[in-house]
């Protein structure tokens, strides 16, 4: 059975709803990349070098990463030589195939966030200013909310003028109250009242934003560092997730934030923003392959519900729902 009749299957087990959003969200990569797979197999009678050349170029295009696009090359390459193919059409297939493989080979760590009952779960967020982080808090909020879990959201960003109000907007919006100071206050402070304060209130999920400036890196360590202590001597084992918010649609530029936060702090996700916005998705393999992190969540819509649980195989659906469709 190929590869795409093995994930429409598994895929139709999933619900519609999480199919589409990865299939509509991922319409300008896949335009990009699926196309340009496509066109290559059209065009080429035989998999050759000058195939895999151009493979290549398409690859890196879509932001897949020069070290990931090199290690996949290779593996197509050997599995072209050991299942004898001769149709660029058959290699298609297998690079879907492959990149699934490439997301999860080697990797323990679990792309679902790390959520308890009966505990006090603090999740951490951090990145720099723009990439949607209020944003990605307030979506959260409203989907945890949904689930019938009392959350909470901590207004650590004192610095940005009208983060503040941001936040409490989203607040309002997703159901959940938010814990402040005023402008110009110490985060960590901030995080002490919110954390005593969930306590109280027996809150299932704590949502803590953090200033995203990253122009003085010895300033934002020292910051995240008192925030993180305060936050684990009144929760023991918290903050159980620390998660970066990353722009999807600034390609490889988001990676060179990821390489610079996982230095300051110990980073336990990605979440990636604006993945509907970018046609280089592939950055998502990228961020996984070169930087071990696992992606626990996509933004793929404007909506409030477009904050999806990020999954490999809807991911690969996504890049090629046609062909899946098709299968």
Request: some cysteine.
């Amino acid at each position: 059975m190929s590869f795409f009749k093995k994930l429409k299957e598994s895929i139709t087990k999933q619900t519609d709803s999480v199919s589409s959003k990865f299939r509509d969200g991922l319409t300008k990569t896949r335009t990009n990349f699926s196309e340009r797979v496509n066109d290559l197999v059209s065009r080429y009678r035989k998999v050759d070098e000058d195939f895999f050349e151009e493979l290549e170029e398409v690859l890196i295009g879509a932001d897949v990463g020069f070290d990931t696009v090199m290690q996949l090359i290779d593996e197509l390459k050997n599995e072209v030589k050991r299942k004898n193919i001769q149709d660029p059409i058959e290699v298609r297939d297998v690079i879907s195939e492959k990149l699934v493989e490439i997301y999860e080979a080697g990797h323990e760590d679990s792309s679902k966030l790390d959520l308890e009952e009966n505990r006090l779960n603090v999740i951490l967020f951090v990145g720099v200013n723009g990439v949607g982080k209020t944003t990605t808090i307030g979506k959260l909020a409203h989907k945890l909310n949904s689930e019938g879990k009392k959350v909470l959201l901590a207004a650590g960003d004192t610095f940005r003028a009208g983060a503040i109000e941001q936040l409490e907007v989203w607040g309002e919006r997703a159901g959940a109250d938010v814990i402040k100071h005023s402008a110009g206050s110490d985060p960590a402070a901030v995080m002490f009242d919110a954390v005593q304060s969930a306590k109280a209130r027996g809150v299932d999920v704590l949502l803590c934003d953090t200033a995203g400036r990253l122009q003085n890196k010895v300033n934002l360590m020292k910051e995240l560092e008192k925030v993180k202590r305060v936050i684990e001597r009144e929760v023991p084992g918290a903050p159980q997730e620390v998660l970066l918010v990353l722009d999807a649609t600034t390609g490889q530029n988001a990676m060179s934030q990821a390489k610079q936060f996982s230095n300051v702090t110990n980073v336990t996700g990605i979440v990636l923003t604006k993945l509907d916005g970018t046609a280089k998705g592939g950055i998502v393999l990228a961020i996984r392959n070169e930087l071990k992190l696992p992606v626990k969540l996509v933004g793929l819509g404007e909506k409030m519900d477009d904050l999806q649980a990020f999954d490999a195989e809807q991911y690969v659906y996504g890049l090629f729902a046609d062909l899946v469709e098709e299968a």
